[in-house]
């Protein structure tokens, strides 16, 4: 899989787009406002879930995925685009350069000062004499001290400046410190200090147990915020990271199940009981990132919820509003449609248990161990789970309170791919409010426009927190997967062959200009690499395949390169054996246009109908209208392509003879 197609697979274009401009659902796609041009009548500017596109049927007429939107809307280069959604995704980008031990060396400098770091507070947690009322607190907390050592848990001093002072003396500089999330800076007042004061340190470590953050909870009866994380870092990543995996993976695959809980205290206790298959979620989302890290041990997930967190209805009424946004930490705990997306997609099954009020996981285990096996075994489907507690004690005459359940939960089963499970949540849903699933299958839902969500800042955007303030955090990772084909397209062939020989696009782009057609431009190809190769051929700085090392400095487009060599389905050798290979290329992409053309038509047969449907008729005829023209331009193409096929056979038939 490319490096591209990995950060198109994390991130939800949707999510993403919204982050620009407020998006409204208009059947099974998004409308809005192109960004790109003045529109403010008609939405011109739809997204494409299914796809993971986006297409201006306005003024604009242009499309792409979320490359080509970002580098358009923010006027980045590829370069740019990439390294700023790589780190949104959380994927590392390959230089494709040799090992720059310089770089490799600074990086494990980092990674030594963290994991030291994490002894530093250990060892203060231990024996510092600052540090009595922690200890008493890890004794409240009944952890034992091999939990705590197996843990690393540690104690930071109540200090501005002691953790600085101490690694300053251990020879690493505050940019150390700073880039590692330990030390905090106000530009404002010319200060740096201690992010952490006067905590309990409990270290985060990736899967294979390295140290790349911290989680500090407050030891002040009053102290806020009760849990301070380390800021985003290169090492830190809180959206894709899940607290205790690296001790819990071993357990996870024996049991053939995860326990997801929300806090570092339950997997703790937990551990220490020996329920070992508990990871924590860290306060935020849970992301399609996590969920694949944890599908390597198993596909079984079972999300343990405080009753205050997602058990109560408070949570739960905002489930229309967390279908939109995450912004609110309750809803972002329990995220219920993305749950059912996520199953599917990931072919996962996943359930809910809520704990008994005035209990979490940390509380249950440590009073009454032999309650939690009881209590994950009482686990729910996730649509089970939320019609279940949406219409526990719901007034059965209450008509109005019965629409209200159903608009909630109606969107989670539509979302169901597997039809025999979608039937099965529609008779449920029917039988827990006493009315027959007919009439729910015919409840119109409510359409209000999302709330845009603010995209996330870049590193230099924003201030640096104040003291105990936490980080801010980026645009949530909501990602729909979109394979692509491993057959090589038309397009593939046509781009691979051009970059052997440059020449052959010439000819190709003059036959197309003589049956009426535009040369082939950059928009013509689907993915950003083969956009941006093009533009390097169409610019004159390809010669011919040799010469693309020279040529093009991004790794990227040079792994697409090697990828087209493996995929084309002609090389350089029998390209001279096949003098028609202009003709037959002008035939392969006006035939990949006009599949082009089909596909839009059917994303417009899908806008009319939604326009239909909501009755809104001044958008019914600009959809109609764009219906109307594309189909006049499959009209050119099949005469073009008729012109064309006409002209290959009497060629053929010239040389035969």
Known sequence: MSVTQEIKDRLDIVDFVSGYLPLRKSGRNYAGFCPFHQNTRTPSFYVFPETQTWRCFGACAEGGDIFSFVMKKEGWDFKEALQNLAQRAGVTLDTGQGVDKAKQAAAQKL??????????????LLHAPEATYARQYVGERALAEETLDTFRVGFALPSWDACRNHFNDQGYDDADLIAVGLLTVNEEKQRRYDRFRNRLMIPIRDVNGRVVGFGARTLDKDGLPKYLNSPQTALFDKSSLLYGLDTAKRHIREARQVVIVEGYMDVMQGWQHGYRNLVAQMGTALTEPQLQALKRYTKRFVLALDADAAGAKATLRGLQVARQSLDHELEARFDAPNLVRYESRLQADIHVVTLPEGNDPDKLIRTNPAQWPELLAQSQPVVAYVIEVLTRGLDMGDAKAKTAVAQQVIPLIKDIQDPVERDHYWQQLGHALQIDERALRQVRLDTKPPAPRPS??????????????????????????????????????????????????????????????????????????????????????????????????????????????????????????????????????????????????????????????????????????????????????????????????????????
């Open 111 to 124: 990674a030594d000062l963290l994991g030291a770091a994490a002894d530093y507070f250990h060892m203060l």
């Open 456 to 657: 996330a800042p870049s590193t230099s955007s924003f201030m640096p927190p104040e003291p105990d303030t936490p980080w801010p955090e980026g645009t949530q990772i909501k990602p729909v997967i979109v394979r692509p084909s491993t057959k090589p397209s038309r397009e593939e062939n046509f781009l691979y062959q051009c970059l052997v020989d440059p020449q052959l696009g010439v000819r190709v782009n003059q036959l197309l200009q003589q049956m009426g057609q535009t040369a082939v431009s950059a928009n013509d190809f689907p993915t950003i690499e083969d956009k941006l190769l093009w533009q390097s051929l169409t610019a004159g700085l390809v010669v011919a395949d040799r010469d693309l090392c020279d040529s093009l400095d991004d790794p990227v487009l040079l792994r697409r390169v090697e990828a087209l060599k493996k995929a084309s389905s002609h090389s350089q050798a029998n390209l001279a054996r096949l003098p028609d290979t202009p003709d037959k290329l002008a035939l392969s992409v006006l035939q990949w246009r006009l599949e082009a053309i089909k596909r839009q038509s059917q994303e417009i047969k899908q806008l009319v109908h939604s326009a239909a449907q909501q009755a809104e008729p001044e958008l019914l005829r600009l959809h109609q209208q764009q219906a109307n023209t594309l189909t006049a331009a499959k009209r050119d193409i099949d005469k073009a392509i008729a012109s064309m096929s006409a002209l290959n056979r009497r060629r053929t038939e010239e040389r035969d003879h």
